[in-house]
């Protein structure tokens, strides 16, 4: 079993920048690509970013430019900077472990989900 366990959600006004952590302790291994969903109320819970072993990265669109996925080995640690929020990025945000070793988008997937941790933008 893998547990994933997510920090740093809070209340920021837009403009404002947040960093996630999510700390993995368990079964995991570092092949297995890690990263973040979200979920706001009446919406489905949706993909925005991905990271692999290696490093390589991908991004919803609606992120991309102002969001950045990182992992660091050394502590099974994976952390979302989150720059320019906006309204629309309010949510409770999910760490995640994939099945596999390469960048996915789909929940389906997704073998191991965090708890979550809220995040909400005023305006």
């Known amino acids: 079993q893998v547990q994933l366990v997510e920090l740093g959600g809070g209340l920021v006004q837009a403009g404002d920048s947040l960093t996630l952590s999510c700390e993995t302790s368990?079964?995991?291994?570092?092949?297995?690509?890690m990263g973040w969903f979200r979920q706001s109320p009446g919406n489905e819970r949706e993909f925005v970013a991905a990271?692999?072993?290696?490093?390589?990265?991908a991004y919803a669109d609606s992120v991309k430019g102002r969001f950045t996925v990182s992992r660091d080995y050394t502590n099974n640690t994976i952390y979302l900077q989150m720059d320019n929020l906006k309204r629309e990025d309010t949510g409770i945000y999910y760490c995640?472990?994939?099945?596999?070793?390469?960048?996915?988008?789909?929940?389906?997937?997704?073998?191991?989900w965090g708890q979550g941790t809220q995040v909400t933008v005023s305006s």
């Open positions: 990271i692999t072993w290696r490093g390589n990265t």
């Open positions: 995640t472990q994939s099945r596999n070793s390469v960048l996915v988008r789909s929940k389906a997937d997704i073998r191991y």
């Open positions: 368990g079964r995991t291994h570092i092949s297995y690509t």
